[in-house]
T-cell receptor, first 113, second 112 residues
């Protein structure tokens, strides 16, 4: 079991550029979550999917953020255009069912200059 | 906004001592979970306690839940330097079977 795989591990980009973060959940898991972690705001839930369908995207900061899950083994979080305040660590996590624990990837550290 | 608030924000103890962290939440829950995060890594699940349970154990970990006070505690007994990490509580609110919201975390430092 390779766990949740996120790429890239680090991303440095200039303001205004498009950023795409990728996530491969654990095989057989049917829920996928995207979180953002900063010192100021802690862990914020951005969006989550059940069976590839977005259930709650109320945490997505604004229209610059979008997330997709085209199939059960892949999800992307896109920021376009990026801004310095988007700098954070972005985590993807997956689980098998509503009362089961989340399994986290090691995150993508995004720096927008 | 944060559903859970951990207390204390930071805790420093010596190896061998017990560490207690508390979590308070605001609305009724289906379950409460504790996670650990080492620096630069993702969170790792430690223990889940359901709303109808009062206490659970896992190795050196003991979790209690008091739904009347909307609070939970995590006790780590006989701490080790390797327990140094941040610890988070997370709640699944009643009526939102999927959504898991994290608290602010407690940074635990265990010194030799």
């Amino acid at each position: 079991d390779a766990g949740v795989i996120q790429s890239p591990r680090h991303e440095v980009t200039e303001m205004g550029q498009e950023v795409t973060l990728r996530c491969k959940p654990i095989s057989g898991h049917n829920s996928l979550f995207w979180y953002r972690q900063t010192m100021m705001r802690g862990l914020e839930l951005l969006i989550y999917f059940n069976n590839n369908v977005p259930i709650d995207d109320s945490g997505m900061p604004e229209d610059r953020f979008s997330a997709k899950m085209p199939n059960a083994s892949f999800s992307t979080l896109k920021i376009q255009p990026s801004e310095p305040r988007d700098s954070a660590v972005y985590f993807c996590a997956s689980r098998t069912g509503n009362n089961s624990p989340l399994h986290f990837g090691n995150g993508t550290r995004l720096t927008v200059t | 906004s944060q559903q859970g608030e951990e207390d204390p924000q930071a805790l420093s103890i010596q190896e061998g001592e017990n560490a207690t962290m508390n979590c308070s939440y605001k609305t009724s829950i289906n379950n409460l979970q504790w996670y650990r995060q080492n620096s630069g890594r993702g969170l790792v699940h430690l223990i889940l306690i359901r709303s109808n349970e009062r206490e659970k154990h896992s190795g050196r970990l003991r979790v209690t839940l008091d739904t009347s006070k909307k609070s939970s505690s995590l006790l780590i007994t006989a701490s080790r330097a390797a327990d140094t990490a941040s610890y988070f509580c997370a709640t699944v609110l009643t009526g939102t079977a999927s959504k898991l919201t994290f608290g602010t975390g407690t940074r635990l430092q265990v010194t030799l």
